[in-house]
């Protein structure tokens, strides 16, 4: 028979999501479980690798508003780790002129700088890219250290008095006298609250429990380029598509990249995300998925080698609107399938989810779950 034990909380996922919310938790005077299927630092989910994209640069004021949150948080968590997690280098939008009207536009409504210029001033000022049409620079944008984030909330909620258990998948959730119950193979947990930031695996995990949208878990492939010139300047951009099949999707891109120092600059998006089965540990890089990375490239990066360093995977958890799932339904708190764009989020996400804790059913977001 299982052991059953009664922490104030259980968070199910120990990436950057559920471990950040994990410490916010704990550091407010609670007891917190923190459950993590895998091992720290792996590289099965969605929160490993180096680097991620810092963004205000929305079409969405939401999500402007959110990463404006997001910002002091970030800095917030950096003095308490002691660790550099967030560089503001700058951000590019260019593609279509309309979609990038709108990003430069819900800049300036949320009072953040941002530059328009044609392609031609913008290739000037950074030689190694080619651009399409229209082009908007924020300097609010960059990149954030994805493992180091991680690393420094395990470490952070572990000093909090978290305990975190790793290798530890949650096999099951129940509702239970107004308590959830978290099962795994050898122990049980009861508590007021679960907190159930498992990513790819939401879906399994709270399927009869509390109502979800479809979501779909896919992989990215991304892969790093060396610069032929080390010494030229790489902000984050963000390529945006043309409408598809008629439809405008406001998140939709081609292509996204980042400069990762040390290892090139990352790139990724440009037709090479497929569904997956997150089990799936043999997860290899297709090739011809990384050929179409390669012409991308080629066409718009010239200041690239064209020949990949290095390629990985990394998996979205994607809504059918690409926004996220951030809601209470009973004891159950969602944290988030972030279809792809979540990372930059993660300390103003953990503060939502620690409201949501605290206050109930108290939603301040947007992205709530089916009725």
């Known amino acids: ?95 279509p002129p309309g979609a990038v009207a709108e990003v430069a536009d819900a800049l300036r409504s949320a009072g953040r700088p941002v530059e328009e210029l044609d392609p031609v001033a913008a290739t000037e000022r950074w030689p190694g890219m080619r651009f399409d049409r229209a082009v908007a620079f924020s300097p609010d944008g960059g990149r954030c250290w994805a493992d180091r984030t991680v690393a420094a909330a395990h470490r952070l909620a572990v000093e909090a008095g978290v305990e975190l258990h790793l290798d530890t998948p949650a096999e099951r959730i129940e509702m239970i006298g107004g308590d959830a119950l978290v099962h795994t ?48 300047s790489w902000p984050s951009f963000l ?40 089990d799936d540990d043999d997860r290899r890089p297709d090739p011809g998925r990384t050929r179409e990375l390669i012409g991308y490239v080629e066409r718009w990066l010239p200041g690239l080698d064209p020949t990949p360093t290095s390629t990985t995977s990394c998996l979205f958890t994607t809504t059918p609107d690409e926004h996220f ?31 949501l804790v605290t206050e109930g059913g108290q939603v301040v977001t947007e992205w709530r779950l089916p009725t």
């Open 185 to 232: 193979a050898g122990r049980s947990w009861r508590a007021p609250v679960v907190v159930v930031a498992a990513g790819a695996w939401v879906a399994r995990l709270l399927e009869g429990v509390v109502p979800l949208p479809p979501v779909v878990v896919e992989a990215d492939q991304p892969s790093h380029f060396a610069p032929w010139d080390p010494t030229e």
């Open 1 to 95: 028979m299982s052991l059953v034990d009664r922490p104030d909380v259980v968070v199910v996922g120990a990436g950057a999501m559920g471990a950040t919310s994990a410490w916010r938790l704990a550091r407010s005077g609670r007891r917190v479980v923190l459950l993590e299927r895998f091992g720290a630092g792996h590289g099965r989910g969605s929160s490993h690798g180096a680097t991620r994209i810092f963004r205000l640069a929305y079409r969405d004021p939401t999500y402007v508003e959110l990463a404006a949150r997001a910002l002091p948080l970030w800095r917030e968590l950096e003095d308490h780790s002691g660790v550099t997690l967030l560089e503001q280098v700058g951000q590019l939008d260019h593609g």
């Open 239 to 278: 390529h945006h598509g043309d409408p598809v099949g008629g439809l405008d999707r406001p998140l939709h891109f081609d292509a996204y990249g980042l400069a990762t120092p040390g290892e090139g600059v990352k790139v990724g998006g440009y037709r090479t995300v497929v569904p997956v089965d997150p």
């Open 325 to 355: 799932v951030l809601d209470r339904r009973g004891p159950v708190v969602v944290c988030s399938p972030c279809s792809g764009h979540g990372f930059k989020f993660v300390p103003a996400i953990a503060a939502e989810v620690e409201r």
